[in-house]
């Protein structure tokens, strides 16, 4: 039973920092691209960094290239997300996924973390 957990949300204030974490179980990690998407009211989910499985090339959304790095450590099945200079529009529940290919569809997900930026 492939599980995904992600710890580490929480309240800051705009400019602060947050690392998410996602744990993940029950899967051949160093097998999946990982990913985290965030989702807030009122909006359809959306990625904000991708990461292959060999660690080589990450991917982000526009609005956070630059301040928010994805991260992968192998050895403790662990994906994180380090967010810097964060923005109210940050503001979101974030989730991590696992997918299985390179560039198709994300398998497996998160329960979510709720981040909220205040201004």
């Known amino acids: 039973q492939v599980q995904l957990v992600e710890s580490g949300g929480g309240l800051v204030q705009a400019g602060g920092s947050l690392r998410l974490s996602c744990a993940a179980s029950?899967?051949?990690?160093?097998?999946?691209?990982m990913g985290w998407f965030r989702q807030a009211p009122g909006n359809e989910r959306a990625l904000v960094a991708s990461?292959?499985?060999?660690?080589?090339?990450?991917v982000y959304k526009d609005s956070v290239r630059g301040r928010f790095t994805i991260s992968r450590d192998d050895a403790k099945n662990t994906v994180y997300l380090e967010m810097n200079s964060l923005k109210p529009e940050d503001t979101a529940v974030y989730y991590c996924?696992?997918?299985?290919?390179?560039?198709?569809?994300?398998?497996?997900w998160g329960q979510g973390t709720q981040v909220t930026v205040s201004s």
């Open positions: 029950g899967l051949t990690f160093t097998k999946y691209r």
């Open positions: 990461l292959r499985r060999s660690g080589s090339t990450a």
């Open positions: 996924a696992a997918s299985q290919s390179t560039y198709g569809e994300f398998d497996y």
